[in-house]
Structure formats: C-alpha cells, structure tokens
C-alpha cells in the first residue's frame, strides 16, 4: 500500500449511524473473484435513491467521508474497505468504528479518524451546507483540521498504526521486514524437516 501521510479534501456528509459493512457493500458484491469494481457497490441499495448523499453532484470527487457513529459495524468484510477507496475515499470520519472494519482499514491504507460526537455533528451540519469545505487529516500530527471553522482537533490512532500508514506497510511489506530473519531460521531448520 502506498504511504498516507496528510488527506486533503473535500466530504461527503453521511448522516446516517449505525451504518453496517452490509449497508456499505451488500453482500450480493461479494461473489466477485477479483478485487476490482467495487466502488459500483458502495452503498447500492441507497444509491438508488435519487435524493442520497453520493448522488448530489456537488460531492463529486470528495476524498474524505464524514459519517455518524458505529460506521463500519456487523461483519467482518473487507470488501467494505475496498468498496470506499475504489469509490475514491481516503479516509472516513466518524464518532466510533466498528473495530473489525477499523482493523481492516488499517491493513488497506484507509484512515478512520475517531472524533468527538459534537466535533462529528458539527462536520455533517457544516459539509451539508458548505460542500466545498476543505479537510484535513494530518497522520504524522495525529490532528484533524478545518481551517475555515478553527477547527484543529487530535484524533487517537495507534502508533503502529500510526506507523503502517506513514511508511505504506500492509501486512506482507511488515513480514519482509523481518526477511533476514526469516531467511536465517529457514536455514537452521533441522534436516528432517520439510524445506522450503
């Protein structure tokens, strides 16, 4: 995955809580075998309401979703990540994550920035009548800013995580750190042992 170090955008206010991984990519765009496409799913059974949020042009190529608290609840599915970078989101701000979606988009580069509930309300009320307001989400400060509100905000992101997002490292970048290693058991392995 590719380093994050500052997001920089507009947003998509999402005023919804509770939104489920099964709400955020049905589980009918799960029977894909590639990994590709599923930006056409994010969302799908809203989206063919003419009135939701991604529909309203003036949120075209926002990077940045803003939605109420417990996004990414229910399952564990990937694809819900996947879903939200392929539509073009780099990162999504809510009140509280789903922990097993939080974790997944940890290992995928996408930034869940847990903030304060009034800090969350504010940014749907604000974004809803001002979609052109720019967004920032520093990971090397660990800040959320909105410079036309004041607003400047720490956000809580561990610091391995911290540390996946700033150098790109996904789950395999994080094992080949260790390769030396790796290769240094692989030969002491004894004999009678398989080999790789």
């Given amino acids: ?8 955008g507009r947003a998509v206010p999402l005023d919804r809580n509770d939104v489920d991984t099964d709400q955020i990519i049905p589980s009918d765009w799960l029977k894909q075998v590639e990994r ?5 799913g994010l969302f799908s059974e809203w989206r063919d309401d003419t009135s939701f949020v991604l529909n309203k042009q003036e949120h075209a190529g926002a990077n940045i979703l803003i939605a109420g608290p417990n996004f990414g609840t229910g399952s564990s599915r990937e694809h819900a990540v996947w879903a939200i970078q392929q ?62 509100l004041g607003i400047e905000e720490s956000f809580p992101l561990d610091s391995s995580v911290q540390h996946r997002f700033l150098e790109g490292l996904d789950d395999i970048a994080l094992t080949m750190k ?16 398989p080999s790789a």
Avoid: H, W
């Fill in 36 to 40: 590709t496409g599923f930006e056409k």
């Fill in 1 to 8: 995955m590719k380093p994050v170090r500052i997001v920089q």
């Fill in 178 to 193: 260790k390769g030396d290693s790796i290769d240094a058991f692989e030969k002491s392995r004894p004999s009678f042992l």
């Fill in 87 to 148: 539509y073009g989101f780099e990162a999504v701000i809510s009140p509280r994550f789903g922990p097993i979606f939080a974790n997944n988009s940890t290992k995928n580069g996408l930034v869940c920035v847990q903030v304060d509930a009034a800090i969350g309300q504010q940014l749907l009320a604000e974004v809803q009548s001002s979609p052109d307001l720019e967004i920032v989400v520093d990971v090397e400060r660990l800040v959320l800013e909105v410079p036309a």
